[in-house]
């Protein structure tokens, strides 16, 4: 009986032992089969994500390479512009010579013509004095001719007075006349008759010596005029010729200087030419720039690796988990603040009153200074907008807005937060993630190209405080601030962005 039972129980041990045998290795083979299909998971997921890397880098090459394109496009287009610029200043230069040399000549016109109405007046004057002279010789040759008449007939008197006297005796012939006289009043009459007679004779002889004179002036005077009439017509014709010498000079001068206009007009038109050039040229570097941002889009979605990705959401989510973890702790320290208080006061009504403040919702960590939430990152102007960009033959989304602005320009957080993010990007350069729960609601905000960094990961930061300057770093073509607002958090297809202008950044 021992032996038998004894049998028995080392059946039953066995028996135990293997079915926990069986046990075991049915669950080792169940687990072995759970880590070879997660392994192949793991495998096929790895085979795709390199997949993808391999497509990015080489979709990234392309871009690389169209940029190249496109840089040496715009490189010759600023060439030619700057050609067509050089070609421009030297034709403005050529037209204002051409202008002063058309404005010099117009004044050497008017100088001619100036000259020519003198001229013109000054040979009216001498007509009119050489008619002048001619009436005055006409006037003259009347007068001499009177008074050769005049004295004509005063010397036949003359002469006859001067044989009375000599054949009377002269002087005597008037003392016999005087003595004559019969009583005193006879004499005095007979003495003031002789006198009479005397005077009358020195008159006649004056006036005949003074007429004399007067004809030898006349003549003398008519003489001159003839002269200066004569001299007077000289000069008219010397001026005349001047006048004809003058006026086929400004005919002249007037052919030139219409020539100079036509060539004027002509280089202008030439000078409009170079300006519809330069604007075509302008024009198209416009285009490529607008392509080259585009393609500056692309490279941004392309180059950021998925680890990079993946990295960015992983200290995204411990930004926010750390957000909330200070909120609730806030919240603790509050209630706990409020309980307190309402133990120290009795709970009277008027402290439960002032503690029922603020009693429900979440509270805010960060004390904004914008009514938005949100302020301007960097001073400067929107250099290109947030959405769809579009140029000839391109188009791509922009998932936030550039700030332009030369010189030293500093980028401030433009709400308070944590920063999930501060590091180098081969896309976005030096940039800065930082992540913020304003209202309850979860925002992350990010400035990119910047030229250094101020801030690290984790560090928790205020509004307005600095986090770097303004650059050109990464896939960048000129200085300016990158800047994106996601609500709800960043993720890999930027589909929470939102536009900046709706937080009145502008």
């Known amino acids: 009986m021992g032996k038998k039972t004894v049998k028995l129980f080392l059946a039953a041990i066995l028996f135990i032992g293997i079915f926990q045998l069986t046990a075991v290795a049915d669950v080792s083979a169940k687990s072995i089969g759970d880590l070879q299909k997660e392994k192949s998971q793991v495998n096929q997921k790895h085979k795709e994500v390199k997949s993808d890397l391999d497509e990015a880098k080489d979709r990234l090459n392309e871009i690389k390479q169209k940029q190249k394109n496109t840089q040496s496009e715009i490189n010759k287009l600023d060439e030619k512009a700057s050609n067509t610029q050089s070609q421009i200043d030297k034709k403005i230069k050529e037209l204002e010579k051409k202008e002063s040399q058309i404005n010099t000549k117009q004044s050497e016109i008017d100088e001619l013509n100036a000259e020519i109405n003198t001229l013109e007046t000054k040979i009216k004057e001498l007509q009119d004095e050489i008619k002048q002279l001619k009436e005055e010789i006409k006037q003259l040759k009347e007068e001499i001719k009177e008074q050769e008449a005049s004295i004509e007939k005063r010397e036949d008197l003359l002469k006859n007075r001067l044989r009375s006297l000599q054949k009377n005796g002269g002087d005597i012939q008037y003392l016999e006349v005087i003595l004559g006289s019969k009583n005193f009043g006879d004499f005095i009459n007979r003495t003031v008759a002789v006198n009479k007679i005397m005077e009358q004779d020195n008159q006649i002889l004056e006036t005949h010596i ?129 309980n307190n208080s309402n133990s120290s006061s009795n709970n009277s009504s008027s402290n439960n009153s002032g503690s029922s403040n603020n009693d429900s919702g979440s509270p805010e960590i960060e004390q904004t200074t914008s009514s938005s939430g949100f302020i301007k990152p960097a001073a400067g102007y929107i250099s290109s907008g947030f959405g769809h960009r579009s140029c000839s033959g391109c188009s791509s989304y922009h998932p936030g807005v550039d700030i332009a602005q030369g010189g030293t320009v500093p980028v401030k957080a433009a709400a308070s937060g944590i920063v999930s993010r501060s590091y180098f990007s081969s896309s976005y350069g030096n940039v800065v993630f930082v992540s913020h729960i304003i209202k309850g609601q979860k925002y992350t905000t990010v400035y990119a190209h910047m030229r250094n960094r101020a801030v690290s990961t984790g560090q928790t930061v205020s509004q307005g405080q600095y986090l770097g300057n303004m650059g050109n770093t990464g896939q960048s073509f000129g200085q300016h601030l990158h800047f994106e607002i996601h609500r709800g958090g960043w993720n890999y297809s930027k589909s929470n962005a939102v536009n900046p202008a709706s937080f009145g950044i502008r």
Do not use: P, Y
């Open 210 to 338: 003074q007429e004399k004179i007067d004809l030898e002036n006349n003549k003398q005077q008519v003489e001159e005029n003839k002269t200066k009439v004569e001299e007077n017509k000289v000069q008219v014709e010397k001026d005349k010729e001047t006048v004809t010498a003058q006026r086929d000079q400004v005919a002249s001068e007037k052919k030139q200087l219409e020539s100079q206009k036509a060539s004027l007009a002509a280089e202008k038109s030439k000078l409009d030419n170079l300006f519809v050039k330069l604007e075509d040229q302008l024009g198209m570097k416009d285009t490529q720039m607008a392509k080259l941002e585009k393609q500056e889009e692309e490279a941004h979605n392309h180059q950021m690796s998925l680890s990079e990705k993946e990295e960015n959401l992983r200290s995204q989510k411990s930004a926010f988990d750390k957000l909330i973890a200070q909120q609730k702790e806030e919240e603790r320290k509050r209630k706990e603040k409020q």
